[in-house]
């Protein structure tokens, strides 16, 4: 990878006003060079210059005085380490003609350049130590964001907001791991340097470092993938009609008979920069239809997984219905630590907009009257998911933290079971080895090329 020069287009596919091509590595210069006027030096063009100019095809015989010209394009010029990859980086900034895109990528490619594999000017990056492995990960995060709360999140790591706290922690290890180790150094003499209560210590507040970073991880997938909110209650309440009331368009199919709906439908919907994955549940009654049964074990489902569930009853139902209702549907469930907003819906057919039932919404999701009140409360339920820089929201971070987890546990249970210093100290590297996993201080070629290869092409 440190000696050859690849390339990429680095815009998306498909025709548009303009595109991009990004060539990196030591011979990223001369490579371009080749196809620009002869008369024109960008060697030695200054760093962090644009230039407009022409790219030739100099692959065969000129036509007359001439080489046939592709497309007069910006050329950006970023010098080795001062770019995105560390190394010698030029961006072609060409009209967005699929053919002009695919040819200069072509004639790169003759006159020696490599065709980038998935992610790998963002692995480059990582290698030329431009990022750690935390930032990295961040960029595709970045890319396939689709709310603000998901890009604020992809830009604080971007920034390094879980890198600082990683670091903080390894401070912390390798203290440990200095106490143990000068223990072992002098094992003939017999002599004890880690005091064994002060080693408890350091154990106990990295303990509650890496559980904070663990909890936080269901707060960083909800982030990226969407808060699942359920609609659930008896048929006919209105749950399908509020769907499509929340969405502002016919999502989900509304009817009179009950049973209409027998599958989960789901749709997202962004609030106040936060997406959420809205889901419209079939009835729930008991049913001898095989296909609405299965249609109901689905709705439990959705239950228990929901962060948000919206229960929704008709106006003029007793309280006490409501509760039990409630009470039935969380044993058969078994939900737990989900916010639960009561929705009392066809008020406007009960007249009035209130009812007796604790602080439901009352709201007409036919006519979308009060619709934006329960949509400020499903906000307000998830309000501040996004506070925290350092949230975990990357499965190849989360397993790393509980196997460092665990060998801390096996370290805390070894001092209180008086074992000696040799086997404290392989907790401690086991720890650490993790630790490095996860910032890439300690990485395999295996493990990049699964990082990166999940990349797009040309990042």
Avoid: W
Wanted: proline residues 3%; hydrophobic residues 40%; charged residues 25%.
């Amino acid at each position: 990878m440190a000696n050859d020069t690849v390339c990429a287009i680095a815009t998306p596919p498909g025709t548009g006003a303009t595109a991009m091509i990004r060539v990196s590595g030591p011979g990223a210069f001369n490579l371009v060079a080749r196809l620009l006027p002869d008369d024109f030096d960008f060697i030695g063009l200054p760093a962090n210059t644009a230039k407009y100019t022409t790219v030739y095809d100099k692959s065969c015989e000129p036509s007359g005085s001439s080489y046939t010209i592709i497309d007069r394009v910006i050329l950006t010029k970023f010098v080795s380490p001062h770019s995105f990859t560390g190394e010698d980086v030029v961006e072609i900034s060409c009209h967005g003609s699929v053919f002009i895109q695919r040819k200069i990528v072509g004639l790169l490619i003759q006159c020696g350049c490599r065709m980038a594999l998935p992610g790998e000017f963002t692995q480059r990056a990582f290698m030329s130590g431009k990022l750690d492995l935390p930032q990295a990960e961040a960029v595709a995060d970045l890319i396939n964001a689709q709310s603000e709360s998901a890009h604020a999140l992809a830009m604080r790591q971007l920034q390094g907001g879980l890198s600082s706290r990683l670091a903080l922690l390894r401070d912390e290890l390798l203290e440990l791991a200095s106490l143990v180790e000068l223990e072992l150094d002098f094992s003939e003499e017999d002599v004890e340097f880690a005091d064994r209560e002060r080693l408890s210590l350091l154990l106990d507040n990295i303990e509650d470092e890496v559980e904070t970073l663990l909890k936080s991880v269901r707060s960083g997938n909800l982030i990226k993938r969407g808060v699942p909110v359920a609609i659930v209650g008896s048929p006919n309440v209105g749950k399908s009609t509020l769907m499509n009331a929340i969405l502002q368009k016919e999502r989900a199919i509304v009817s009179d008979l009950p049973g209409t709906t027998r599958d989960t439908v789901e749709d997202f919907f962004t609030i106040n920069g936060v997406l959420f994955r809205f889901i419209d549940t079939a009835g729930i009654r008991v049913s001898d239809d095989v296909v609405e049964t299965i249609g109901i074990e689905r709705t439990m489902k959705a239950v228990s997984e929901a962060r948000v569930l919206i229960y929704v009853f008709e106006a003029g139902t007793p309280a006490k219905e409501v509760s039990e209702q409630l009470s039935e549907l969380k044993s058969r469930s078994g939900f737990e630590d989900t916010s639960i907003i009561l929705v009392a819906n066809k008020c406007d057919k009960a007249g009035v907009f209130n009812c007796e039932v604790g602080d439901a919404v009352c709201l007409s999701a036919k006519s979308g009257k009060n619709v934006d009140i329960l949509l400020r409360r499903v906000y307000a339920a998830v309000d501040g998911l996004a506070a925290d820089v350092s949230t975990v929201a990357n499965e190849r971070h989360y397993s790393h933290l509980c196997r460092m987890l665990e060998a801390l546990r096996e370290a805390k249970a070894g001092i209180a079971d008086g074992k000696t210093a040799d086997i404290l100290a392989e907790d401690i590297r086991s720890m650490l080895d993790d630790l490095g996993m996860i910032t890439g201080a300690v990485s395999s070629e295996d493990i990049l090329e699964n990082i990166f290869g999940k990349f797009c092409i040309g990042k």
